[in-house]
């Protein structure tokens, strides 16, 4: 199936390079953060820490969480800006806005110019994140959504290892070049896609929905193996648009909450995204580094090496998983486990804090974190917040669901330094106690709204959204396509069953759904 679709699992494995940003940045920054050669210049000499040197809370605050608060602004503006230019040229955007915040942070020697790189670069991740996420979501056939998905967070486990090994190298360098050269990483791939977009076609869909339908099925065309369905496929995304175009005249914010179907379907792709956020994993990827070091555990920049390793290794195992077994399932797993081991560390810690045992300990525990957490939370969160939208508000929703998440990520940047720094409350890996309830009642959320999305194309998940289908019953239902009529309602006939509303099925076993946007009828 995949040589069969090697057009399209080219344009997709690109596209799916563009949160490495996003990993590597996270992988640099928590290494920078323990790096002398960084520290002699934004930070300050402590003989009390294990590494001579320390940086104050609020810059550790400032450093990673203005990243975070910039890819905060940047999916936010994802929804008038992939409206209007699409999604390639939004991409490209996002490459001219990475080179220049990293030239800034390459070519300053002072912290206040060193936020405002912080800030633009997170914008560009933030873009890098939203766009990708919209492309791959419009352009995988539905078979092989997952597994492109797949791609988007094995780049992101792949740039997060990449920049821990390159901390782990050059942090014994003395000066300034400690932290230039692994900056300097952060231009490798902005010039790869910048090339390479120029050989893809833009997203179908989105070409659909601008009306620009010869477009579309040269996009098509390319992208699909089988050129005598590309009409068929065609005239399905037409059908969608047009069942979207009738039911509501023009896209404003509030249509993501104006009626129960589409705030359904916002308010879970946000809850899906928030799931990242809501595990603690902001703590382990921005300041694991750090955490090692003032906590005194092992060598810090190898353990990091190690835990970016492994996640690598989770996050390939996931992809025999994500064609195969549902999201719903993983992901509620994920979560769980991710808060047992958070709850593990603290109390391991507290028990016997400073031996070599409870040092083994936690790396160990580390480990079994990240494993849960890239395998069954960071591969399938950002995938489902994409797939969930409709696709008139799909560009929108995602940018919402994108804020939401880096909000919740900028919150954990921002206050964990207070928690694990010596020179403040010293937590260190105590800090792990208010992270287990949060994963607790994530996973209980999980359980009883999440839907199940394995295997189904976007239109047919419009139709169980439309159909009112309950989150558990998303995976045995049998779904016979959406009509529009002359009046703009929304047709949709289940076959040999009966309707979630309780109507009664006519002798042929058919039950009409007839939904206006809006209105439950």
Not at 93 to 119: E, F, Q
Not at 290 to 295: L, N
Request: hydrophobic fraction near 45%; proline fraction near 4%.
């Amino acid at each position: 199936m995949l040589l069969r679709h090697k057009r399209c699992m080219a344009a997709c494995l690109l596209i799916s390079m563009s949160p490495f940003q996003y990993g590597v940045d996270f992988g640099l920054i928590g290494g920078l953060q323990a790096m002398v050669g960084f520290l002699k210049v934004f930070g300050y000499s402590d003989p009390t820490t294990p590494i001579g040197w320390n940086i104050s809370s609020e810059v550790q605050q400032l450093i990673s969480s203005l990243m975070t608060l910039g890819a905060c602004v940047g999916s936010l503006s994802a929804g008038p800006i992939g409206s209007y230019i699409g999604r390639r040229h939004a991409l490209w955007a996002a490459c001219v806005l990475c080179a220049v915040s990293d030239a800034i942070m390459l070519g300053t020697t002072n912290v206040s110019a060193l936020y405002v790189g912080r800030l633009f670069i997170g914008i560009a991740n933030g873009w890098f994140m939203t766009f990708s996420q919209l492309y791959l979501n419009e352009v995988a056939p539905a078979e092989l959504r997952g597994l492109t998905l797949g791609f988007f967070q094995w780049w992101c486990s792949i740039g997060s290892l990449v920049g821990t090994i390159v901390d782990n190298y050059t942090a014994p360098i003395d000066g300034k070049a400690s932290y230039m050269i692994p900056l300097a990483l952060i231009y490798i791939v902005p010039v790869i896609l910048a090339i390479g977009m120029i050989f893809i076609p833009e997203s179908p869909r989105w070409l659909v929905q601008k009306g620009k339908i010869d477009a579309a099925r040269r996009s098509l065309a390319w992208l699909r193996p089988d050129s005598d369905k590309v009409e068929a496929e065609l005239q399905q995304m037409k059908d969608a648009a047009e069942l979207e175009m009738e039911t509501t005249k023009g896209v404003t914010f509030w249509d993501m909450f104006r009626n129960p179907i589409d705030r359904r379907r916002t308010l879970l792709s946000v809850m899906a995204v928030s799931v990242q956020g809501a595990s603690g994993a902001m703590f382990m990827l921005v300041y694991g580094t750090y955490f090692f070091a003032m906590a005194d555990v092992g060598q810090p920049f190898q353990n990091s090496c190690i835990l970016a390793g492994v996640g690598c290794i989770a996050i390939t195992l996931s992809f025999f998983l994500i064609t195969r077994v549902g999201r719903r399932p993983l992901i509620i797993i994920g979560i769980f486990m991710s808060g047992i081991c958070q709850l593990a560390v603290a109390a391991v810690y507290q028990h016997a804090p400073g031996t070599i045992s409870t040092g083994k300990a936690i790396v160990g525990l580390s480990v079994v974190y990240i494993v849960f957490y890239n395998g069954c939370i960071s591969a399938y969160a950002w995938l489902l917040g994409g797939e969930i939208p409709s696709q008139r508000l799909r560009s929108m929703t995602l940018g919402l669901s994108a804020c939401v998440g880096f909000i919740l990520g900028w919150l954990a940047a921002f206050t964990a330094p207070y928690f694990i720094n010596p020179a403040d409350l010293n937590w260190g890996p105590k800090y792990g106690y208010i992270w287990f309830p949060s994963c607790a009642v994530t996973a209980i959320a999980l359980w009883i709204w999440l839907p199940e999305t394995k295997d189904r194309s976007l239109e047919e998940l419009d139709e169980m959204f439309a159909a009112h289908v309950p989150a558990r019953k998303f995976k045995d239902y049998v779904c016979h396509g959406i009509t529009v009529d002359a009046d703009g309602h929304a047709h949709i006939e289940k076959v040999g069953g009966s309707s979630t509303g309780g109507e009664t099925p006519d002798e042929k076993g058919s039950v009409e759904y007839i939904e206006t946007v809006g209105n439950k009828v």
